[in-house]
């Protein structure tokens, strides 16, 4: 079996060469490059099924590697920062990345992410049931793509999994416990404040205001709820 290939760009070796050792010791292929033009032409050539791509770069903002990945594929992406700004991380996210991790982290935390994204990206859609509509939202989960009034809406992966929660449940509050287990990992040792992240960048991309909601509602120290069809007429 081939094994999954994995881009690391990221500039400092101090950083890139024990995460590719990490991802290799994982059963991975590791692939490094130290700058957004490497980072996109070994992007091209190798077509790597996850990308590790570091925020700083020597060349260029990874977040504009990462808008130009967009316009081409929807291989996942996770962002590595430094920052701890809050906005960085919506900014990432609006663009597409699937998850962010913060420096400093530990290869393990970043191998639970890896492997975490894989299994969300390949995962089939759930049988029986291929579509589905709440007001003018519409998920089709075969194609994994999101509509609103008939115009596409592009959702990183975690995106499309949150919405697709609350979708299932419309009318009924999800609480952060269910979110975080189904759409992170049961056993998540992250921060709970990235499901506060998601969710700010996926309203945003549903054009809902946060003050007055349309779509997802906020249960204040329970969860989020998506409107029910009657509220959203139909």
Not at 26 to 54: H, I, N, Q, Y
Not at 101 to 115: C, D, G, L
Not at 164 to 178: F, I
């Amino acid at each position: 079996m081939t094994k999954r290939r994995i881009l690391i760009v990221e500039d400092e070796e101090s950083i890139s060469e024990p995460l590719a050792a990490a991802v290799e010791r994982e059963g991975f292929s590791a692939l490094v490059a130290a700058s957004v033009a490497e980072g996109l032409e070994t992007f091209r050539a190798k077509s790597p099924d996850l990308v590790l791509l570091d925020v700083m770069l020597p060349d260029g903002d990874g977040r504009e590697m990462l808008r130009q990945i967009r316009g081409i594929s929807r291989t996942p992406v996770i962002m590595l920062t430094a920052r701890g700004d809050e906005m960085d991380r919506v900014i990432g996210l609006e663009l597409g990345a699937d998850d962010y991790v913060t420096k400093p982290y530990s290869a393990a935390e970043v191998m639970a992410r890896i492997r975490a994204v894989l299994r969300r990206a390949s995962a089939p859609a759930a049988e029986g049931r291929t579509e589905m509509e709440v007001g003018d939202i519409r998920m089709d989960l075969d194609t994994r793509t999101v509509s609103k009034a008939g115009d596409p809406v592009d959702l990183a992966l975690k995106e499309f999994e949150l919405l697709r929660m609350l979708m299932e449940s419309a009318g009924k509050v999800v609480t952060r416990t269910a979110l975080m287990d189904e759409v992170w990992d049961p056993n998540w040792y992250g921060p709970t404040k990235t499901l506060d992240v998601h969710v700010s960048s996926l309203r945003k991309k549903l054009g809902d205001d946060p003050a007055e909601p349309r779509y997802i509602h906020t249960a204040r120290g329970v969860g989020f709820r998506f409107a029910s069809p009657e509220e959203l007429g139909g």
